[in-house]
């Protein structure tokens, strides 16, 4: 008999896709899904056996139609979440790729702002979270 472990802890990946003037976000519109009705910074869960890397190539990928061919790790933003699983997202900062942007999955509206119209529009505070360390690597 194996024994089953429970899970407790999972990673993500968060992207900021910029391309010198204006950063690509989402609003989310699955009624009953998480952060319905937000404004976010984009991103999605790393799968079993995936690497972070390879789970940032997927998720641009999946939600834009493009390759990632410049990016950088920004740094990672641990949290516990109400069942007491420990989420730790990773947060990329993606500034070149390859392809035209578009919404193959049709889940969510993609929306382009500047940084200053995303502090505005990103009400949820993990995005101002980002945003704000995105702002930094940008000031640099």
Known sequence: MTERRE???K???VFALWDGNKIQLEKRNK????FFGYILVPGGGVEQGETLEKALLREVREEYKVKALIYKKLGNYPSIED???LNVRHLYLVTKWLGILSNPEDLNDHIEATLEEAFEICKHPLSQVFLKRIQKELSR
């Open 31 to 34: 009624p009953n899904g998480k």
């Open 11 to 13: 990673h993500g990946v």
């Open 83 to 85: 069942d007491g699983i």
């Open 7 to 9: 899970k407790t802890e």
